[in-house]
């Protein structure tokens, strides 16, 4: 992926999106995007997420276009969006892995 795949990548990623991180006691918790710097001519990225239902924690996600590139970083999973909140059927959501 080059340069422009990853800012096409770093689209989904807006003020207000909610991805998901590791928590040692919780396996995976929610956090919603407060900021986001892109430079492109230093090829870097820097996001903050707050965590839902605990506004004093703040995950950072800082990456080189390289890093991403390689997959040495990965960008925080996304989740679904609000309307597919709730569903039932686990075919109609949107973030499934391919099965193995």
């Known amino acids: 992926m080059s340069g422009d795949g990853v800012l096409t990548e770093l689209k989904a990623y807006a003020k207000g999106t909610k991805a ?3 928590d040692d006691a919780e396996a995976w918790v ?3 995007q407060t900021s986001k710097t ?3 001519e230093a090829r870097t990225v820097q ?3 707050e965590r839902d239902g605990h506004a ?3 995950y950072k996600f800082e990456a080189t276009f390289d ?3 390689a997959k040495t970083k ?3 999973p996304l989740c679904n969006p609000p309307q597919l909140e709730g569903i039932d059927d686990l075919t109609s959501l949107s973030y499934l892995n391919e099965p193995a």
Request: no cysteine; aromatic share 14%; net charge negative.
């Open 20 to 22: 998901f991180f590791v």
């Open 30 to 32: 929610q956090a919603t």
């Open 38 to 40: 892109v430079d492109a």
């Open 47 to 49: 996001m903050t997420f």
């Open 56 to 58: 004093e924690t703040e």
């Open 67 to 69: 890093e991403l590139n």
């Open 74 to 76: 990965v960008l925080p």
